[in-house]
C-alpha cells in the first residue's frame, strides 16, 4: 500500500469531516457551512496547528491533528498536544496509524517541543497498545479533562 502522509489541503474539508464520522458516530452536528468554512480557515491559516492526513490513491484514510504550544518553562521550548486521532475501520491493523503518529511526532521534534501529550477517550487494550507502540508512556503525568456544565 503506497501511502503519502502530508498536511491537509484547503479543498479537503469535505473528505476529512466524512473520515471524522468514525472518530465520534454520536457527535454533535456541525454548524451551518458558513460557520464551518471559517473553523476550517481558521484551522489552516494558524501556523501553530497541523492537520495531518494519510492519502491513499487520492483517498483520506487517516488523521491527526499536532497543535504547538508555544512555552516559557523548559528552556522556552514548545510542547505538543496530538488530538483527532482517526484511522478508517477498513484500514486498520495495517501500519497507517503508525506511520502518521509518527510523522506528527517527528514534525513535533523538528519544531524542538520537550514532549508531545495525547489523551485517547478509549480505554481498551488494543488502543492502549496502538499508542505505547508508536511512542507513548502510560504513567508519566496523569490526565483530567473538564467539560462545561451541560443544563
Known amino acids: 500500500m503506497d501511502i503519502s502522509i502530508r498536511s491537509v489541503k484547503q479543498d479537503e474539508l469535505s473528505a476529512l469531516l466524512n473520515l471524522y464520522k468514525h472518530l465520534n458516530p454520536m457527535d454533535a452536528p456541525l454548524p451551518d457551512a458558513s460557520t464551518l468554512e471559517k473553523i476550517w480557515n481558521e484551522i489552516l491559516s494558524d501556523r501553530k496547528i497541523n492537520c495531518f492526513v494519510a492519502d491513499w490513491e487520492g483517498n483520506l484514510i487517516a488523521s491527526c491533528i499536532l497543535v504547538i504550544v508555544p512555552n516559557l518553562t523548559r528552556g522556552a521550548r514548545p510542547y505538543g498536544l496530538i488530538e483527532n486521532v482517526i ?18 511526532l517527528q514534525s513535533a521534534w523538528s519544531h524542538n517541543c520537550y514532549k508531545v501529550m495525547l489523551l485517547s477517550g478509549r480505554q481498551t487494550k488494543e488502543v492502549l497498545q496502538f499508542y505505547e507502540k508508536t511512542g507513548f508512556k502510560r504513567g508519566i503525568k496523569t490526565g483530567f479533562v473538564a467539560t462545561p456544565i451541560s443544563d
Not at 484511522?87 to 506528527?104: E, F, M, N, S, W
Open 87 to 104: 484511522t478508517h475501520p477498513d484500514y486498520r491493523r495495517q501500519g497507517v496509524g503508525k506511520c502518521l503518529i509518527h510523522h506528527a
